[in-house]
């Protein structure tokens, strides 16, 4: 059992920066993948980030490419999705997730308004 509890969410102006963070119970070592997924009121939900268990790559939707950055602690086993150059598009709430073992766990989410 994985569980992820998330922090970080808020409203932020257009351009500015917000960093969510994704807390795991027990070593992320363990993790087969992890990462940030968004979903906004009457659209899909979108894979924003990820990284393997052993973040040794990082992939992101074109849409936040240049923009966002995954991020890991390994130390507090904590997950960071760092976003910048927010732009109204990027409002959501965001889950991070984990895979082990073929099971995927999610965090409660977290909502991030960009609104001026």
């Known amino acids: 059992q994985v569980q992820l509890v998330e922090s970080g969410g808020g409203l932020v102006q257009p351009g500015g920066s917000l960093r969510l963070s994704c807390a795991a119970s027990?070593?992320?070592?363990?993790?087969?993948?992890m990462g940030w997924y968004r979903q906004a009121p009457g659209k899909e939900r979108e894979l924003v980030a990820s990284m393997p268990g052993s973040g040794s790559f990082t992939n992101y939707a074109d849409s936040v490419k240049g923009r966002f950055t995954i991020l890991r602690d390994n130390d507090k086993n904590t997950l960071y999705l760092q976003m910048s150059s927010l732009r109204r598009e990027d409002t959501a709430a965001y889950y991070c997730y984990a895979i082990r073992d073929r099971t995927t766990y999610w965090g409660q989410g977290t909502q991030v308004t960009v609104s001026s």
């Open positions: 027990g070593t992320i070592f363990s993790l087969n993948a």
